[in-house]
């Protein structure tokens, strides 16, 4: 089993910044990814952003430039900073680490960005 915490949600003005924090524990020497999903009101979850074991990333188009995904191995921690934030960028944002076998979610993180 993997247990995955967030933090570092919260509310932020346009054009302000927000870091995300992951933090894992348990089996996880069985996870190959980690990524950051978000889902907003009346909208399907997507993929912001992923990191995968070898260091490759991975943006949505409508955060690249803007995100950076990145991972502190020695705390077992995936961080998410976001710049630039914009209104759209409000959601709900969760953690998610992937095995061979199955996703784990942590409990999310809601960030609403507004004036």
């Known amino acids: 089993q993997v247990q995955l915490v967030e933090s570092g949600g919260g509310l932020v003005q346009p054009g302000g910044s927000l870091r995300l924090s992951c933090a894992a524990s348990?089996?996880?020497?069985?996870?190959?990814?980690m990524g950051w999903y978000r889902q907003a009101p009346g909208k399907q979850r997507e993929l912001v952003a992923r990191?995968?074991?070898?260091?490759?990333?991975r943006y949505v188009d409508s955060v690249r430039g803007r995100f950076t995904i990145s991972r502190d191995n020695a705390k077992n921690t995936v961080y998410l900073q976001m710049n630039s934030l914009k209104p759209e960028d409000t959601a709900v944002y969760s953690c998610?680490?992937?095995?061979?076998?199955?996703?784990?979610w942590g409990q999310g993180t809601q960030v609403t960005v507004s004036s």
């Open positions: 998610n680490g992937r095995s061979t076998s199955r996703d784990y």
């Open positions: 990191i995968i074991t070898g260091g490759s990333t």
């Open positions: 348990g089996s996880i020497l069985s996870i190959y990814a």
